[in-house]
């Protein structure tokens, strides 16, 4: 049903900004009480939250990187974005879109890319 493909490049410079998309297919990201999320996952680390924009374009954001962090959507395209400024090596993750029926739960993920932030 709902589908979603994490965009962006592979690579990032540091101090540079992290900018991803991920599209939506299958669903509407202002189908009522969904959430759309942003994970990462570190190398040989657990998932991170790193924030989500609700279906009514409310935005959240994890405290430790809410200085940096910013979701954002366009509707016309059925599309949200991250973006992760002033990254680091420590950046360096798997970065997933998902989305769910209600917070924490995460119904649908993107396949997540690997982003790089070279050092």
């Known amino acids: 049903q709902v589908q979603l493909q994490e965009s962006g490049p592979g690579l990032v410079k540091p101090s540079q900004m992290l900018s991803l998309t991920c599209t939506v297919s299958?669903?509407?990201?202002?189908?009522?009480?969904?959430?759309w999320s942003w994970i990462r996952q570190p190398p040989g680390k657990g998932l991170e939250w790193l924030g989500a924009i609700a279906y009514e374009g409310s935005t959240y954001y994890r405290p430790s990187l809410k200085s940096r962090t910013s979701i954002a959507r366009d509707t016309t395209k059925n599309q949200f974005s991250l973006q992760l400024s002033s990254v680091t090596p420590e950046d360096t993750a798997v970065y997933y879109c998902?989305?769910?029926?209600?917070?924490?739960?995460?119904?649908?993920w993107g396949p997540g890319p690997q982003v790089t932030v070279s050092s």
């Open positions: 998902a989305s769910g029926p209600r917070p924490a739960e995460y119904d649908y």
């Open positions: 299958g669903g509407s990201i202002t189908t009522t009480f969904y959430t």
